[in-house]
């Protein structure tokens, strides 16, 4: 029984550890990004985005694809990251990436 729990606990963590490496969607793709910086005037801003604020994430470019897959979950088409920042875990390890920003709209050129 003890055998089992330790099996199940690891399945669970090694699930979460694969969960937080975010892909980024095949609409994201066309989701254009600038740290930062303000977004062309041109832009209407559709809404703030964060990644990794519950759970954080496992590295950088995770956080930043999560911000993009949100962008574009929202219609847009241009994200302004406005933070990455490491998450301090216990004993001030890592306990990985947390980041926010503000999802655009863009005309298409």
Not at 25 to 39: G, L
Request: charged residues 20%; glycine residues 10%.
């Amino acid at each position: 029984m003890r055998n089992r729990l330790g099996s199940i606990a690891l399945l669970i963590a090694a699930s979460i550890f694969f969960t937080s490496c975010s892909r980024l969607s095949e609409s994201a793709q066309n989701v254009k990004y600038a740290t930062k910086s303000e977004a062309p005037a041109v832009c209407k801003e559709i809404g703030e985005v964060s990644a990794g604020s519950l759970m954080p994430m496992f590295d950088m470019t995770s956080v930043k694809n999560s911000l993009r897959n949100k962008t574009a979950d929202l219609g847009g088409n241009y994200l302004v990251v406005d933070e990455i920042k490491n998450v301090p875990g216990v004993n001030g390890s890592s306990n990985g990436y947390a980041g926010s920003g503000r999802a655009y709209r863009c005309p298409q050129s």
